[in-house]
């Protein structure tokens, strides 16, 4: 499928060079943007292909009342200097006030401008997201940016190609979050490195578009490239009918071209690694980089059961920082905040899921909870069927869209020494605010954990 997305995208290729391939989507943001357009300005040069280029704001917004002004500088400047580029340049932006603004790995699918068999790009790492609609979508850095505003292309080495096929069922009560958490756990986070992993299998086969989102999205804290999933009738059925996709004929006949798409029987991968959904269990992660994990009914581990001195080093280290012993059971750790939100959970499907566990149910007295959905539009459809009450009935936080706690670019932040379970995609240090200790889990474990106060299995709520 890589291959079959990645050739006729080439527009020129040369020996020992890398490959210059056509970009059909590019996806900005406020973080990695302005040096782009700076460098636009100073050539005299236009943004090519407008029509192919959109911006939200997302990384500097602050998830509180719109009423309520930006109160952070830098952040206000960044926003500002967002709108004016986009004004300038002529590119469609969806800033903090738009009913259509929201993190821009979630508008991309959820407007229609996500399409099977596209190339994607996005100044920004989890661009892998978009891949679950068997598009090639790959995260790029700012003086990409500018090539790709400029010239419409992108010079990339080819990458090369690796099957992740999970076999079997998932057992009630685990979740894509957990796929891709599991996977992580055992390939390691260089597990992917210079690879397109393409997941394959029952189980992936089986997940909603939600979930093939939230694994895609990891697929970079794997190392990988990107992130792929063959279109099939769940993809089509997704795209069918949103505001930027082809309608009516066109989308039939769109349909009809994005059957050719999936690998074919028999194509061989530079690598694959094989899992049974069937063994898996909800993850939570003790450490400080994504391949940190371990199951819920397992405990921290001693870093001297690592093999390698390096791992050793690192297990340790993350321990002190997460001030956690080992042999700790996982279910005994205890949080004082959640954060349910981020491109990788923060879908209707993830918010329903949280919703679901604390239902009827109150939040932890130690605990300080919040849930940020991942578009304005979310929030609204999540509004109106009753999620809001649940969750403020619950005494959770319920905020305006944006990417909020998963990074400390805005006012969400953690105090140092807090722990929270969250369901973002990166627990690196300092992270969710300097200081701040995260784990990594399912938007139902999040849930379960903002009720007991402390690592709880869903599944024994
Ligand atoms: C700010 C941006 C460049 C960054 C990324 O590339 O991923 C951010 O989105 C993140 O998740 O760390
Ligand atoms: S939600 Fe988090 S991971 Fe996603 S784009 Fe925003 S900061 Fe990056």
Not at 82 to 102: A, H, I, K, M
Not at 334 to 339: L, S
Not at 412 to 423: E, M, N
Request: with cysteine; hydrophobic share 40%; glycine share 10%.
């Amino acid at each position: 499928m890589f291959e079959k997305i990645w050739d006729p995208h080439v527009v020129h290729d040369e020996p020992g060079e890398p490959s210059i391939i056509y970009i059909d989507l590019h996806l900005v943001h406020e973080v990695t943007s302005p040096q782009a357009f700076d460098g636009l300005r100073m050539a005299g040069r236009p943004v090519r292909r407008t029509d192919l280029t959109v911006a939200t704001a997302d990384h500097n917004t602050p998830t509180w009342d719109l009423s309520l002004p930006v109160t952070d500088e830098i952040s206000q400047a960044q926003l500002e200097a967002l709108s004016r580029n986009c004004e300038e340049f002529g590119v469609t932006l969806y800033d903090r006030f738009s009913p259509l603004q929201g993190i821009v790995h979630i508008i991309g699918p959820d407007l229609g401008y996500t399409q099977p068999g596209k190339t994607v790009v996005c100044g920004d790492s989890h661009t892998s997201t978009h891949g679950a609609l068997g598009a090639f979508a790959v995260g790029i850095g700012t003086s990409e940016v500018e090539h790709v505003m400029a010239t419409q292309t992108l010079r990339q080495f080819k990458p090369q190609t690796m099957e992740v096929r999970v076999d079997g069922q998932l057992p009630p009560g685990v979740t894509a979050k957990d796929i891709i958490l599991g996977i992580i756990g055992r390939i390691g986070v260089n597990g992917g490195t210079g690879h397109v992993i393409e997941y394959t299998g029952e189980a992936i086969r089986s997940l909603s578009m939600d979930g093939r989102m939230t694994v895609c999205n990891m697929s970079i804290e794997a190392g990988a490239r990107a992130g792929m999933i063959a279109p099939d009738e769940t993809t089509f059925e997704y795209v069918r009918g949103r505001q930027f996709a082809p309608q009516g004929a066109e989308f039939d006949a769109a349909v009809e071209r994005w059957k050719l798409l999936p690998t074919d029987p028999g194509a061989t991968f530079d690598k694959t690694e094989i899992f049974d959904a069937s063994q898996m269990e909800p993850y939570v992660t003790w450490g400080t980089n994504p391949g940190m994990v371990a199951p819920i009914s397992g405990h921290v581990p001693d870093p001297n059961s690592f093999e390698e001195a390096g791992q050793r080093e690192a297990a340790a280290r993350a321990l002190q920082y997460m001030d956690l012993r080992p042999g700790t059971p996982i279910n005994g750790i205890k949080i004082n905040r959640i954060f349910v939100g981020a491109c990788t959970n923060a879908r209707l499907e993830d918010l329903r899921a949280a919703a679901e566990v604390v239902r009827g149910r109150k939040v932890h007295p130690d605990v300080y909870a919040m849930v940020v959905p991942g578009s304005a539009k979310i929030k609204l459809e999540a509004e109106e069927e009753g999620l809001d009450r649940i969750f403020t009935e619950a005494g959770l936080d319920w905020r305006v869209a944006g990417c909020s706690m998963c990074l400390g670019m805005n006012p969400d932040i953690l105090a140092p020494g807090q722990r929270c379970a969250a369901t973002s995609n990166r627990n690196f240090e300092g992270r969710q605010g300097k200081g701040g200790r995260t784990h990594l889990v399912s938007p139902a474990m999040a849930a379960a954990a903002a009720i007991a106060g402390h690592f709880v299995d869903v599944r024994d709520l």
